[in-house]
């Protein structure tokens, strides 16, 4: 597929077509939209032929268009773009392979999403009943088969969020998880401890700690960490450490970081796959006798 779009880079799974068209740089922003304008009409017409080669028909109803800049305003209107007779829509969010993407910078959009689905959904696995009868095994079997995977689908860009945005998921994760128990009066840590429940963060330390064992055999690895090397690179050229012929440093380059680094720093600060804190039977009598004094 890369031979016919080569002016964009197009990530195909099954019968879903994602493809992103950048802008240039260092032209007016006036400037950038027609130029864009005219590679989207380049772009479809391209795809229209793939299409009719690989005998695969584009599904126009679902074929829509979304624009994203660092700008403050947006083209006003935005270009007419048309896919053979099928004029495509503008759209400010759109899902992707169970992502939400949006127009704003951050994961705001589809943490707000996961928490709107999970709470719909440890609804229905409290409402479920055999025999009008339900039970706390029951229940908790339920919530691992039709709750935990939306968490678990947010593991990839976990060490990508804030500090805030992960004590958010983790409690929301335990609340739910007390709701399926029916013993919300207890504290996250408390709860944990009494019924041996991992955090969210040890299930994506797990998680991150078999993601990186496989990149270490395999090509995508190897270009991760090739890709890491040069952004490391870039990082010091923009910072004055090192100079690069024919190029000069701009004030409107935007500060970059690199995601694995990211996620490796989080898994050194994380350190563990199971925080649970064991306490004893004395300890927990103690605390049901003097509860105030564990404040």
């Known amino acids: 597929m890369a031979d016919f779009l080569p002016g964009a880079m197009s990530f195909f799974f099954a019968d879903d077509l994602a493809a992103v068209l950048a802008g240039q740089i260092g032209i007016r922003f006036t400037d950038q939209c027609i130029d864009l304008e005219h590679r989207l009409h380049t772009f479809f017409e391209q795809l229209e032929f ?28 935005l270009p007419q773009v048309y896919c053979g007779d099928h004029k495509v829509e503008w759209i400010t969010s759109f899902k992707y392979l169970g992502y939400w993407l949006s127009t704003k910078l951050g ?47 947010l593991f990839g860009l976990f060490p990508l969020f804030t500090e805030l945005q992960r004590t958010s998921l983790n ?28 955090h969210l963060h040890d299930y994506c330390y797990a998680y991150w700690e078999k993601y990186l064992k496989a990149l270490g055999k395999s090509k995508d690895g190897y270009l991760l960490w090739e890709q890491s090397d040069l952004n490391d690179y870039r990082s010091k050229w923009q910072e004055g450490d090192s100079s ?19 996620s490796i720093t989080w898994m050194a600060t994380h350190g563990t796959s199971d925080s649970v804190i064991h306490y004893s039977y004395d300890d927990f009598l103690c605390f049901t006798r003097f509860p105030d004094s564990f404040k």
């Not at 943490?111 to 709107?116: F, G, R, V």
């Open 50 to 77: 793939y299409a009719i080669l690989a005998v695969q028909p584009i599904n126009y109803s679902k074929t829509q268009a979304m624009f994203s800049a660092r700008a403050v305003c947006y083209p006003n209107p």
């Open 107 to 153: 994961w705001g959009h589809i943490i707000n999403k996961t928490k709107l689905i999970v709470r719909q959904r440890i609804a229905l696995v409290n409402s479920f009943r055999i025999s009008g009868k339900s039970s706390t095994h029951l229940r908790r079997t339920l919530f691992s088969t039709f709750v935990l995977p939306y968490f678990t689908w």
């Open 171 to 198: 409690h929301l994760y335990f609340t739910l998880l007390k709701r399926a128990y029916r013993c919300q009066c207890w504290e996250d840590l408390i709860f944990s401890s009494m019924y041996n429940e991992k």
């Open 244 to 262: 690069i012929r024919c190029l000069r440093r701009s004030k409107r380059f935007v500060s970059h970081r690199n995601v694995l680094e990211q």
